[in-house]
């Protein structure tokens, strides 16, 4: 059974940083993706980044590019986003899942709380 678990979210302010990890379970990432998602009240949810597990690949949507990094452990299956220079519009949901093929997500984590105050 495939888990996801998100943990690092919390209340910041504006300018301030915040590390969000993803710990998965049952799941072999090779050849697979992870990506980051956030939803913010009355928005859709959106991609923030992605990486390929092997290769070590990333996209990052326009909004957060040269302020948000996402990485991987190998070692220990888990994903992080690392965010730097939070701006109030980066409150929301961050949701990572992992899938095998470029744009689809078979798996999701439960979700975390991310607040910037400005």
């Known amino acids: 059974q495939v888990q996801l678990f998100e943990s690092g979210g919390g209340l910041v302010q504006a300018g301030e940083s915040l590390r969000l990890s993803c710990a998965t379970s049952?799941?072999?990432?090779?050849?697979?993706?992870m990506g980051w998602f956030r939803q913010a009240p009355g928005k859709e949810r959106e991609l923030v980044a992605r990486?390929?597990?092997?290769?070590?690949?990333?996209y990052y949507a326009d909004s957060v590019k040269g302020r948000f990094t996402i990485s991987r452990e190998n070692a220990k299956n888990t994903g992080y986003l690392q965010m730097n220079n939070m701006k109030p519009e980066d409150t929301a949901v961050y949701y990572c899942?992992?899938?095998?093929?470029?744009?689809?997500?078979?798996?999701w984590g439960q979700g975390t709380q991310v607040t910037v105050s400005s």
């Open positions: 049952g799941f072999t990432f090779i050849s697979s993706f």
């Open positions: 899942a992992a899938g095998r093929q470029l744009g689809t997500y078979d798996w």
């Open positions: 990486i390929r597990w092997n290769t070590g690949s990333q």
